[in-house]
């Protein structure tokens, strides 16, 4: 508030105050008292809008600067993180770029296009990514896996499919789990199945996924199994996620054919105690792939 003030001590606004002074003064010795107050009137007008003026552009000053500061504040907390940063300057460019386009048009919508991103934005923020459609989320996949205080990754499969996780990307998924084994993380995965992919009089899955589900046991993923009829009446339960340690959780949604629609990733540490708690719940209705394994072997 004094920084704000002392302007009015500055040389041009005590000039315009002295001569102000000097016709009022004038005005009194030459003037009839009627004139002396319309002249005082006028300039009481002309000193009221200057103040106001002043005011407002002291107001846009602030502004400015407080936007200044903002940038200054984000430049400073990404300078340690080389990634964020060049992606703040890239965005910092465009919006330069944007700046300068004159079309009205073009500039709301890119308005609009920009307030839905802001919202995405928000949530990343916050700790939550959403991957739409694409395959992306599974470089992010990767380099959970390769965390160095990765020590535990559990993860629930809904096999509705046949090709569940059977194509290109999926099975380099696969060996991702395997390379996180060979440098001691324990993996372990609940597979949620129907009938058609394990029927009740079967005792093991259909031979359709079972050199499938069998392989990753092999490569030391500790696999459980779990008959989707079991836990119809727990309907949160059925759904594909994973649990990186205590880093986050990642939720899979697909389509009919098994492929992703959207995967979600959530850092929360209450996200992850939520999801912890499903795990446990999930575990009652498994029974182990190796339990099975064996007693195939002694009806054998």
Known sequence: MVARFSSFTKPRFLGASLLGSLV?????????????????????????????????EQAQLEDFRAELSVQERIASALADDPALGRVFRKISQAFLLLSKQREPVLRSTAATKLLSMSGELDQMARGIITFN????????????LLSETLRLYRSAAWVKCETYWQDPPGWQSLRDNYDAINRGVIVERIFILPSMLWPVEQRL????VLPWITDQH?????????????????PDLPQDFGIYGDLAVGTQILDQECRTREFIMDFSSEAVQLANDRWQRLKLFTTSLRSLLDNWSDDS
């Open 24 to 56: 009022v003064g004038v005005a009194s010795l030459t003037t009839s008292l009627s004139e002396q107050i319309a002249i005082l009137g006028v300039l009481i007008s002309i000193l009221v809008g200057l103040v106001l003026t002043w005011l407002d």
């Open 218 to 234: 092999n490569h030391g993923v500790w696999v459980m199994l779990c008959r989707e009829s079991d836990v119809y009446s727990e």
């Open 205 to 208: 899955p259909s031979e359709t």
């Open 133 to 144: 459609d694409s395959e992306a989320w599974r470089t992010a996949y990767q380099e959970l």
